[in-house]
């Protein structure tokens, strides 16, 4: 019965999670998410719930947060974390239980928001979530700011599964651009502005990055690094002494 695509560690969890597999099946073969019939997943040393509320934290996102929290332990002192688009929680939670500092996680959906604290709950960790647009709250005064925005084109196609998911967590205009330019372009107004800003990113869109970080974030270094794959994946802008 076991679906040649479910591994058997998941299944495992399905079989003992479901009465009625015949009901997780046909949800399976019409693309539905394992995660959120599991319910959560494990990312690097917490576990996320998850559901159709909130983007499925992805194995990509693991290794931006990995590397970020090599970046920030090159800090002298105890910094301040603002996630922006917060979704599951799963970014502020992992640094929060990884590194020293003050996490803040911001996100425009209230179902998002409850989520993370639900999260931050069950991984026993101390994370201030705001519900309110990333864009509404004042970047003054953070060290650390990272980012996994919506980064998918309007016309970009994307995997069956990936339709259940919520929309407003995975699409942005301007060729999926708009957040990283709109955070680009604040990050730039600022009076003290942050030592370390990470994005994760569209596989196509690191030329664009480093060319507007150039023109708006001269005082930046800027390294694009690539997913196991081999595509580019992850922005670092490091603040030159």
Known sequence: MKPDFVSQVDWDILVKKYANLDEVVDKLNN???????IGDVLFLNTVIKVDERVLI???????????LIKEINKLSFKPRILDLGCGSGCISIALKKNVLGDVTGVDTSSDAILVAKENALLNDV????????MFDISYEGYDVIVSNPPYVSYDEEVGKEVLYEPA????????????YKEIIK?????????????FEIGYKQGDFLRNFVLEMLPDYSF????DLAGKDRYVFLVLNK
Do not use: H, W
Not at 57 to 67: A, I, K, Q, S
């Open 31 to 37: 693309n539905y998410p394992v995660q959120y019939l």
């Open 57 to 67: 934290p992805r194995f990509e996102t693991e290794f931006l947060v990995d590397e």
């Open 126 to 133: 101390l994370v201030d979530f705001i519900n309110c647009s």
């Open 223 to 226: 390294l694009l690094k690539k």
């Open 168 to 179: 407003i967590a995975l699409y942005a205009l301007s060729d999926g651009l708009f957040y």
């Open 186 to 198: 604040k990050i730039s107004l600022l009076k003290s502005k942050p030592f370390i800003v990470a």
